[in-house]
């Protein structure tokens, strides 16, 4: 197999170290509009693999300057930013290469890439729209979850993190522009009454969460996020689903930080005259944050993505809870990458690895959901990316 990746950062680099690791790949192309990073992760790939390594400068805002690394490519991940989404899928489209990704750029974006389904069915190839950490194994262990019960009443996706960083600054584990842009947009959630529908504000409804130990309690706030888009009608409803949401749980300062833009008007994409020069405000602020990958060994604790889905099994009430949790100084010692980018860059390899076992054979467009998810999670272990599952009785959810 031929795999190129686009977008050769902090989760790009973690699925390249992957990719070589597997011996159906022949050949990988590292793509970015700054090819230095690219180039110093193929010097030190070429060390360790026979696999044919290129790096290539590609924009991913122009779709000849992607199309044209993928002539002989058969799978493309694109680990870039959301916004890119449709060009990279559309020079995928006219090479018929397969297409994955780890985010939406929002719901919206969400829905009109999963509407290209048609387009990529009857080209013969499969598009996965965010599979990285949540979305991603989120999706899947929800869908894990789902299946084990009889009736579905709430898919509540939960993301913790107990860490310290040492920096003495602003900063995110992940990408400064999603994450500036989710949790300053309004939240989504699902109803089976009502469909998708969002909260007036940023940072609705704070709740605690028990996360699995050693990380414990955290306030978690309602966030937008791509898998209250789907969860509901791709998994939910067959079963009596009646709501879907997603919860973050964020410091204190970092939630102030993002409210001090907000009210500052530093968050817009939107640009200005600053001296002469055009500007996007948000572009400033996260030009002066450092970048994730720079984070990794300055990061101490513990994170975890988890489903929680509650319901019925033999006409017993009872919750099912899938997760994955990882120790930043372990992932780092072990990697030499941070956890949080670690746990995103994993779950798309997997997805390569099913494909190229002939695991995954469906074509069109879908969310991580509706990948089987028992040979997904048994390659996911075999990654080193542990997962487990916490069963207990409960009362029925009561929603209207």
């Excluded at 022949?26 to 690219?38: E, F, H, N, R, T």
């Excluded at 490519?73 to 990279?88: K, M, R, W, Y």
């Excluded at 974006?109 to 950490?133: S, V």
Aim: charged residues 25%; proline residues 5%.
């Amino acid at each position: 197999m031929r795999v190129a990746i686009l977008g050769v950062g902090g989760v790009g680099q973690v699925s390249a170290c992957e990719l070589i690791k597997t011996s159906y790949v022949k050949k990988l192309v590292l793509a970015d509009i700054s090819i230095g990073p690219a180039e110093e992760l193929a010097v030190e790939l070429r060390r360790e693999t026979d696999v044919e390594i290129e790096v290539k400068r590609v924009d991913a805002r122009d779709v000849s300057s992607v199309q044209a690394i993928l002539d002989d490519i058969d799978l493309l991940l694109h680990i870039g930013l959301p916004e890119n989404n449709f060009d990279v899928m559309k020079a995928c489209l006219n090479t018929r290469t397969h297409y994955i990704d780890t985010a939406s750029s929002g719901p919206q974006w969400l829905r009109k890439q999963l509407a290209w389904n048609d387009q990529f069915r009857a080209a013969g190839i499969l598009g996965i729209m965010g599979l990285g950490c949540d979305p991603g194994f989120s999706n899947i262990a929800a869908r894990y979850a789902v299946d084990q019960l009889d009736e579905v009443d709430a898919i509540l996706i939960r993301d913790g993190d107990n860490s310290v960083v040492d920096y003495d600054g602003f900063c995110s584990y992940f990408s400064p522009q999603t994450a500036i842009q989710e949790c300053l947009a309004k939240p989504n959630y699902w109803t089976a009454a009502k469909g998708e529908q969002y909260l007036p504000t940023p940072f609705a409804n704070k709740e605690e969460f028990e996360f699995p130990e050693p990380i414990g309690w955290l306030d978690c706030y309602h966030v937008e996020h791509e898998e209250a888009t789907t969860l509901g009608e791709t998994i939910g409803r067959a079963k009596g689903c009646k709501y879907v949401d997603f919860k973050y749980a964020l410091h204190p300062d970092f939630v102030n930080t993002l409210q001090v833009l907000r009210y500052l008007g530093l968050d817009s994409d939107e640009e200005i005259e600053v001296k002469g020069v055009r500007v996007a405000p948000r572009d400033v602020v996260v030009t002066s944050m450092p970048k994730p990958a720079d984070l990794a060994g300055k990061i101490h604790g513990y994170s975890s993505v988890g489903a929680l889905v509650k319901g019925k099994k033999d006409n017993k009430r009872k919750e099912v809870y899938v997760y994955t949790i990882a120790n930043h100084d372990e992932v780092f010692y072990k990697t030499e990458f941070q956890a949080t980018i670690w746990q995103t860059g994993i779950p798309p390899v997997v997805a390569v690895d099913m494909i190229a076992e002939g695991l995954l054979t469906t074509t069109g467009c879908i969310p991580p959901e509706l990948i089987d998810p028992i040979p997904f999670l048994d390659k996911l272990k075999v990654r080193g990316m542990v997962w487990d599952v916490i069963e207990k009785t409960s009362p029925l959810l009561q929603i209207t």
